[in-house]
């Protein structure tokens, strides 16, 4: 596609429930990125794939974040038993390298209560 | 670990008057620095980068940052501004002896063109 896409835009989970957001990155780009975003705040970094390795995760908060990008393409970012912390914007972005510019999605705002 | 600092938490310009957005950085290495920009439900965007070479990079919408290496500043301008200007900028900086390929991202500055 043009562009990263993000699915679903927006999700209203209840606490303790399993969500799943799904990345489609720029179709040749090597390098994806996962990011949080609070509100009124930058995005942090969560974790990096370099393919469908995943090089760097040390910005997931917890052991519920988990992601993965098992073909090297379409990622996707899983948290287990939500909590109302875990409610703000996730990005995604993409790169041709590690070094480049990273071009991002219009994100997923997710809203646990 | 690399940071950014954006001091001001919001910029307020008139129509066709100078805008600066300010930000400083930190690592432990050499620095690639980036500016996005935010508009309201939408996603980050780049606006231009300093790799290397030519301190004064140049990138969209009439932007432009000075990379200065003394006072580790990055600091973003635009000799008109317009009110379609009006968004959200990050600065953002990886440092690329660090050895990861993360951004850092400043809290941000609101910029508000006043017509």
């Known amino acids: 596609g043009a562009g990263v896409s993000q699915s679903p835009r927006y999700k209203v989970a209840k606490r303790g429930q399993d969500v799943a957001l799904r990345c489609d990155p720029i179709?040749?780009?090597?390098?994806l990125f996962w990011y949080q975003q609070a509100l009124g705040q930058g995005p942090e970094f969560l974790t990096y794939?370099?393919?469908?390795?995943?090089?760097?995760k040390s910005g997931l908060p917890s052991d519920r974040f988990f992601a993965e990008r098992p073909e090297g393409s379409v990622s996707t970012l899983k948290i287990q038993r939500t909590q109302q912390e875990d409610s703000a914007v996730y990005l995604c972005?993409?790169?041709?390298?590690?070094?480049?510019?990273?071009?991002f999605g219009q994100g997923t705002r997710l809203t646990v209560v | 670990a690399q940071s950014v600092a954006q001091p001001e938490d919001q910029v307020n310009v008139a129509e066709g008057n100078p805008l600066t957005v300010k930000c400083t950085y930190s690592?432990?290495?050499?620095?690639?620095l980036f500016w996005y920009v935010q508009y309201p439900n939408r996603g980050l965007q780049f606006l231009l980068k300093?790799?290397?070479?030519?301190?004064l990079v140049k990138g969209s919408y009439g932007f432009e940052a000075e990379f200065n290496k003394s006072q580790t500043s990055f600091h973003l301008k635009k000799p008109s501004a317009l009110v379609s200007d009006s968004a959200l900028y990050f600065c953002?900086?990886?440092?690329?002896?660090?050895?990861?390929?993360?951004?850092?991202f400043g809290k941000g500055n609101q910029v508000v063109v006043i017509p």
């Open positions: 953002a900086v990886r440092d690329i002896n660090y050895g990861n390929n993360r951004l850092a």
């Open positions: 794939f370099q393919n469908e390795a995943q090089l760097d």
């Open positions: 179709s040749g780009h090597v390098s």
């Open positions: 972005a993409s790169s041709l390298e590690g070094n480049t510019e990273a071009f």
């Open positions: 300093y790799i290397t070479g030519d301190n």
């Open positions: 690592v432990s290495g050499n620095p690639y």
